[in-house]
């Protein structure tokens, strides 16, 4: 994702794992949990929620969105850190002032699997394995990572190129075949011209 908004000059892009019961979009992905820190805050969460907040409005949904906080119990009233008080619920509040539908800081130890029982439609993960993390423990063979904020529409398997079995005959095709499913919904979906 990060290779394709540097060569189609984005000034930046979501990463969005799509699964049928838990879809989560990234604030910051590959980069180490200190930077994932740094990097929460208003303006990016804000940007995050609208991404995925658009994404579901060209598929013909409106989503219910929740914020996963950063810190344990989203830090406690300061006891854990400052940072979901100081930057996420600001976003929060931004995003539901332009009419998004969403909640939060929720705690993340619950917000996923309130999501996986259907009270939202996309969880707002701070870091990598925040998001990750969930989606491969409920989807893993049929998740689908989505490149938002692109100008070109781009689907892949939510997983590596397994390398150590290529050429085995061992791969899965199942997860390749919901990539492309979801790549066609995008594609009877058109984006809005700007």
Do not use: W
């Not at 804000?46 to 996963?68: D, P, S, Y």
């Amino acid at each position: 994702t990060g290779l394709l908004a540097h060569l189609t000059g984005s000034k930046s892009s979501f990463m969005l794992l799509a699964s049928e019961r838990l879809n989560t979009i990234h604030v910051s992905t590959h980069i180490s949990l200190k930077g994932a820190i740094e990097r929460a805050k208003t303006e990016r969460v804000l940007a995050t929620i609208e991404a995925g907040h658009r994404h579901f409005l060209r598929l013909g949904k409106t989503a219910r969105v929740a914020v996963a906080g950063l810190n344990p119990h989203c830090g406690e009233n300061g006891l854990f850190g400052t940072e979901d008080a100081e930057f996420l619920a600001p976003a929060v509040e931004q995003a539901q002032a332009k009419g998004i539908d969403v909640v939060g800081p929720i705690s993340a130890d619950t917000v996923f699997a309130r999501a996986y029982n259907g009270a939202f439609d996309l969880v707002i993960a701070q870091y990598h394995d925040q998001g990750h993390i969930p989606i491969k423990l409920v989807a893993f063979d049929t998740a689908v990572n989505v490149s938002l904020g692109l100008p070109i529409d781009r689907v892949s398997v939510d997983h590596g190129t397994a390398f150590d079995i290529a050429g085995t005959g061992k791969a899965n095709h199942v997860n390749m075949l919901s990539a492309i499913a979801y790549a066609r919904l995008m594609a009877r979906s058109p984006r809005q011209r700007a």
